[in-house]
């Protein structure tokens, strides 16, 4: 079994103050000798807020897009997030038709492309965010620089 970690951050009061049409995050993939870190833009959506359980399934098909380039495809695949949220999503590969917009059909067409890339068995936990690597090599980045930062 292959198991990656993965987080996301988020300000939601970038959203307010961007003039551009995306808003920007970061996530963190950390496990199996991986320890990552992306900058990532979502295009923005009117009249949402707040974009982290977005970015934080985005961060989960990172993970797994990453993990099919490891050649683990006969291995068992084990994510782990501190997204209650987010792992709800990627486990049922849907959202709820009340508060999907654009952003959300993104993340799980992303998400799907990269299970159909992996190909092999995915399951989906918990952790609270102090047990959480991808959590700990995030925050020593939020350090440097803000989630929005370019």
Do not use: C
Request: hydrophobic share 40%.
């Amino acid at each position: 079994m292959k198991t990656l970690y993965t987080d996301a951050s988020f300000d939601y009061r970038h959203t307010d103050e961007t003039t551009e049409h995306l808003v920007r995050g970061k996530i963190a993939v950390s496990g199996e000798g991986l320890s990552l870190i992306d900058k990532v833009a979502i295009g923005k959506v009117p009249e949402l807020r707040q974009y982290i359980n977005i970015l934080e399934l985005v961060a989960i098909a990172r993970a797994i897009e990453l993990a099919s380039t490891k050649e683990w495809q006969d291995a068992e695949l084990k994510i782990i997030t501190d997204s209650q949220v987010a792992k709800g999503w990627a486990s049922k590969g849907k959202i709820s038709p009340k508060v999907v917009t654009a952003a959300h059909t993104n993340a799980l067409e992303y998400l799907a492309k990269a299970k159909k890339l992996f190909g092999g068995t995915i399951n989906f936990f918990f952790t609270p965010r102090d047990n959480n690597p991808a959590g700990h090599l995030l925050a020593v980045e939020l350090e440097k620089s803000k989630p929005h930062d370019i």
